[in-house]
Nanobody, 120 residues
């Protein structure tokens, strides 16, 4: 009932930048929070950053000072600006959203993932 569509991944050299976007659509009444997680090969999925509807951000220590999460509430879209990228940032990045449907039920949804590769 809620679809998340991600875009913006790709190949970038170390020290470069990328901007990820994730748009939520469907029977959404409100979104409490949106965020980004990532999963590298052979590793578990880990939190990268989250942002509440009020704009409060939370970051993994490994990305603090390099990544910035932001949200456009009117568009139900979350962005992740990634600067000073390192090879260890290479992973599939997944968008997540949690909120309430127009039916009154709560939801938690994941996007399909977008590949980010940092390599020279």
């Amino acid at each position: 009932q809620v679809q998340l569509v991600e875009s913006g991944g790709g190949l970038v050299q170390p020290g470069g930048s990328l901007r990820l976007s994730c748009a939520a659509s469907g029977s959404i009444f409100s979104i409490y929070a949106m965020g980004w997680y990532r999963q590298a090969p052979g590793e578990e999925r880990e939190l990268v950053a989250t942002v509440t509807s009020g704009g409060r951000g939370n970051y993994a220590d490994s990305v603090k000072g390099r990544f910035t999460i932001s949200k456009d509430n009117a568009k139900n879209t979350v962005y992740l600006q990634m600067n000073s990228l390192k090879p260890e940032d290479t992973a599939v990045y997944y968008c997540n959203a949690a909120g309430r449907l127009t039916s009154g039920s709560t939801f938690g949804s994941w996007g399909q993932g977008t590949q980010v590769t940092v390599s020279s």
